[in-house]
Each structure stands twice: as C-alpha cells, then as structure tokens.
C-alpha cells in the first residue's frame, strides 16, 4: 500500500472526525439557545401540568436531552418549539400514568403549585384574596376536560394554535375551538 494512498484516507478520516466535531458543537450551540429561550416555558407547562416541581423539573431537563440528541445524529427539527413541547407534553402524559397507576401525590408540600410559584412577600389581605382567586381558578381549571387544560396551558405558554395542534395531533382550527371554550368556561366558573 502507497504512502500517497495512507495519507489520503487518514486526511479522508482526519475531516470526517472534524465534520462530526463540528457538528457535534453546532447542534450543542443550537441545544443551548433552544434551552436558554424555552426551558422557562417549558417548566411551567410541566408544573401546571404535573403539579410538581421537582417532576416538572427533572421532565424538562429530559425534553432538552431529547432534543440535544436528537439535533446530535443530524435530525433536523423543523420547529424546534412545537418538537420540545410535544416531547415535554407526552414525558407528562407517560408520568401522569405512572402518577395514577402508582397512586403518588403531587406536590410533596400538599400546596398548590400556585402558591410556589407566587410572590413570597404580598400581605395578609393579599394573601387571602390570592389564595381565594387561586382556588376559584384551580376549581375551574379541574372542570376543564384534560383536552382543553393542555390546549390552554400551552396557549398561556405563548405557543400559537398551529404549534399547539403539532403538540396535541388537533388542526390548528380545533385547536382555537378548544382554547376558545376553555376560556369562556373558565370565565363563567370563576365570576
């Protein structure tokens, strides 16, 4: 074997080694811009979904690796926002199941997620009237079918209905039907 012949294929290997590094760290850069911009979103979709930090937590990290190795092989995502909030919403149906088949609760506190997320400082008459505003809403939201629950969390989340209909498998029109619905219905329970 020829020394010409060696030395081209180890340059050969040597750029097919670069070409991967390279896009090894474009699809960590794109990762890590996806995950600055959406990881807040994300979570607290996850919350309102779940109803438990630490599970919304550990499922948005999930969603972000996901992606992170996804983007890795070379897959290309045509809508990487509607992609990271279909794979946070199924990671939250596959750990409500695992919820209802093993009886858990939700928050370890037995609070509502509401009250985590709020203002820690407001004062005592706030306090009352928040947590009555919160119940009402949480009441209202409970009589919401879990179609409609999704649909606007996710719209709350600033997704459009087209991105929302790509997470749920809806048309972009049932998807605003739904939205719509859910929202006159929270309005009638909450006055």
């Known amino acids: 074997m020829s020394s010409w012949y060696r030395n081209s294929v180890g340059i050969s290997i040597l750029r097919r ?43 948005t990290q999930e969603a972000f690796l996901s992606l992170y190795s996804t983007l890795h092989k070379g897959t290309r995502v045509t809508d990487p926002r509607a992609w990271v909030f279909r794979v946070a919403h199924n990671l939250a149906i596959n750990w409500l199941r695992k919820v209802k088949t093993h009886g858990e609760e939700g928050l370890e506190s037995g609070r509502p997620l509401t009250a985590e997320l709020s203002d820690p400082r407001p004062d005592a008459e706030d306090i009352v009237l928040q947590d009555e505003k919160h119940r009402r809403i949480e009441f209202a939201m409970r009589r919401l079918s879990q179609q409609e629950r999704e649909c606007l969390d996710l719209r709350l989340e600033g997704l459009r209905y087209r991105e929302i209909g790509e997470v749920m498998g809806l048309s972009g029109s049932s998807v605003a039907t739904v939205v719509e619905r859910a929202i006159a219905k929270l309005i009638r329970e909450t006055q």
């Open 17 to 59: 080694e670069r070409a991967d590094e390279v896009c090894a760290s474009k699809a960590e850069r794109e990762a890590t811009r996806l995950f600055v911009a959406l990881r807040e979103p994300v979570y607290l979709y996850l919350a309102r979904v779940l109803r438990d930090a630490a599970a919304a937590e550990d499922l």
